[in-house]
């Protein structure tokens, strides 16, 4: 079974408009931890926002918040006021366990396209 | 902040040869680190898990005997990718973890190509 799911293949915004990129994960274990990261076309990998599992508040980067329903399993990212460079995939992934030297499991990922 | 640098940022080479892709993390030590190959459009996959100074863990269906992996120090992992053949062309990139309280970071990647 999935552990990480992303069913948007790709997504339009219009600039300065916000945007919700969907993810949804699968466990059984108490204690995880929810990433977020871009990969723009050059391939680097940049992090966005984490959540644990355990944080009583949606976590918030700038223009990105991550909107937390632990009962649906679910983390979406929210990026207001999108920008031209947002343009980029981006990655929902999760940490199974407390040890943040756990690996990460990834989405598929969802392509932004930011138009002007 | 936690800085992890990856080396070659693209190598082309010809079928059969073996080709070494270092992962080093700048300015933190990592015990572990953690290899992912991506093809084009798709998913970050995970190969392995490498333990510094012990074997390491590949996941299902990955060929240790090909991508040999070496963490000799707490700041450096490598990958080598034996008898490379032109179905291993893809991005490889490693990503080590800052420790508590911090999110893995990766390397830049290696686009290989095999000719």
């Known amino acids: 079974a999935q552990k990480i799911t992303q069913t948007q293949p790709g997504m339009f915004v219009q600039e300065k408009e916000a945007v919700t990129l969907d993810c949804t994960y699968d466990?059984?274990?108490?204690?995880?931890?929810l990433f977020w990261y871009k990969q723009p076309s050059s391939g680097e990998m940049i992090f966005l926002i984490y959540?644990?599992?355990?944080?009583?508040q949606n976590a918030t980067e700038g223009r990105y918040s991550l909107n937390f329903q632990k009962a649906r399993k679910s983390a979406n990212l929210v990026i207001s006021a999108s920008q031209l460079g947002d343009s980029a995939m981006y990655f929902c992934?999760?940490?199974?366990?407390?040890?943040?030297?756990?690996?990460?499991?990834f989405g598929a990922g969802t392509i932004l396209r930011v138009k002007s | 902040g936690a800085v992890v640098s990856q080396h070659p940022s693209w190598v082309i080479c010809k079928s059969g040869t073996s080709v070494k892709i270092e992962c080093r993390s700048l300015?933190?030590?990592?015990?572990?680190m953690f290899w992912y190959r991506q093809f084009p459009k798709q998913s970050l996959m995970l190969m392995a898990t490498?333990?510094?100074?012990?074997?390491?863990?590949?996941e299902q269906g990955v060929e240790k005997d090909k991508f040999l992996i070496n963490h000799a120090s707490l700041t450096l992992s490598t990958l080598t990718v034996t008898s490379a053949h032109p179905e291993d062309s893809s991005f490889y990139i490693c990503?080590?973890?800052?420790?508590?309280?911090?999110?893995?970071?990766f390397g830049n990647g290696t686009r290989l190509t095999v000719t």
């Open positions: 490498s333990n510094e100074g012990s074997k390491a863990t590949y």
């Open positions: 992934a999760m940490r199974e366990g407390r040890e943040w030297g756990n690996k990460l499991v």
């Open positions: 959540q644990g599992s355990y944080d009583q």
């Open positions: 990503s080590a973890g800052g420790g508590n309280n911090s999110p893995l970071h």
């Open positions: 466990t059984s274990d108490p204690s995880y931890g």
């Open positions: 300015d933190f030590q990592a015990t572990t």
